[in-house]
Nanobody
Framework: QVQLVESGGGLVQAGGSLRLSCAAS????????IGWYRQALGKQRVLVAD???????NYADSVKGRFTISRDNAKNTVYLQMNSLKPEDTAVYYC??????????WGQGTQVTVSS
């Protein structure tokens, strides 16, 4: 069993920055991929960025150049550095881990609100 705990959300003005953290506990198998997803009110949950256990990253076009995903394998933690935030980045951000392409786990989500 794996548990994911997100933190770092909050309220920020447009142009500001936030850093989200996703801490994983339990049996972490490799290979794995950890991703950040977001769900705005009334919309579907979509991928923001993900990073594999070998460090390969992937970003949604809407956040390229503004967001950076990274991971600390020793701490089983993944970070999402979000810069130049826009009101359209407002959403609940979720962390998801996929283990050996088979097992999926979600965190509880953290709210990010960007005011104009």
């Amino acid at each position: 069993q794996v548990q994911l705990v997100e933190s770092g959300g909050g309220l920020v003005q447009a142009g500001g920055s936030l850093r989200l953290s996703c801490a994983a506990s339990g049996i972490i198998l490799r290979p794995n991929i950890i991703g950040w997803y977001r769900q705005a009110l009334g919309k579907q949950r979509v991928l923001v960025a993900d990073i594999s256990s070998d460090g390969t990253t992937n970003y949604a076009d809407s956040v390229k150049g503004r967001f950076t995903i990274s991971r600390d394998n020793a701490k089983n933690t993944v970070y999402l550095q979000m810069n130049s935030l826009k009101p359209e980045d407002t959403a609940v951000y979720y962390c998801k881990m996929v283990l050996i392409s088979t097992y999926q786990y979600w965190g509880q989500g953290t709210q990010v609100t960007v005011s104009s």
